[in-house]
């Protein structure tokens, strides 16, 4: 969903900064690491892909939550990042360092361990800065996000 029912309520669809940071984290974070998984050593293809799986999920599980409560459309972004952050992705990163230490001289795990690292930064601005600092506040707005009836 885009406009007023996307993620954030529509106030960063529009926005030019996001969509250098959106354009950029689906470039980094998704295309390449996919491309990765298929062109590159099983090595690197078995490092990358349980992000980009764990990525997918919560694609849909956004998607599947458009309508529901305020508080659990926000909460999904943060499990999922939170689990990708200090889960798979921070593997990634750790054992592809490993890995390029072992093959210094091989451009392919020069570039994984850059992509790892660049897919570790990304998560944890996303989590630390673009969720919890920008994206949180516009959820527990007093004035928009509704009660909850019980």
């Not at 298929?38 to 690197?44: A, E, G, Q, S, T």
């Not at 458009?66 to 798979?88: E, N």
Request: hydrophobic letters at 50%; a positive charge.
């Amino acid at each position: 969903p885009m406009g007023k029912h996307s993620f954030g309520k529509g106030q960063f669809i529009n926005n030019k900064s996001f969509k250098i940071y959106f354009a950029a984290y689906k470039v980094l974070c998704f295309m390449i690491p996919l491309i990765m998984i298929c062109k590159c050593p099983n090595d690197v293809a078995t490092m990358v892909t349980p992000s980009i799986i764990v990525l997918c999920a919560q694609v849909v599980a956004e998607l599947s939550t458009a309508t529901v409560h305020d508080v659990l459309r926000v909460a999904i972004p943060f499990a999922y990042q939170s689990y990708r952050l200090f889960g798979p992705i921070q593997t990634w990163a750790l054992e592809s360092h490993r890995l390029f230490l072992e093959r210094p001289g091989e451009m392919v795990y020069a570039f994984n361990c850059g992509l790892a690292w660049v897919n570790l930064i990304f998560a944890a601005y996303n989590l630390f800065v673009f969720l919890l600092l920008i994206t949180l506040p516009v959820y527990f707005d007093k004035n928009d996000t509704p009660r909850v009836e019980m």
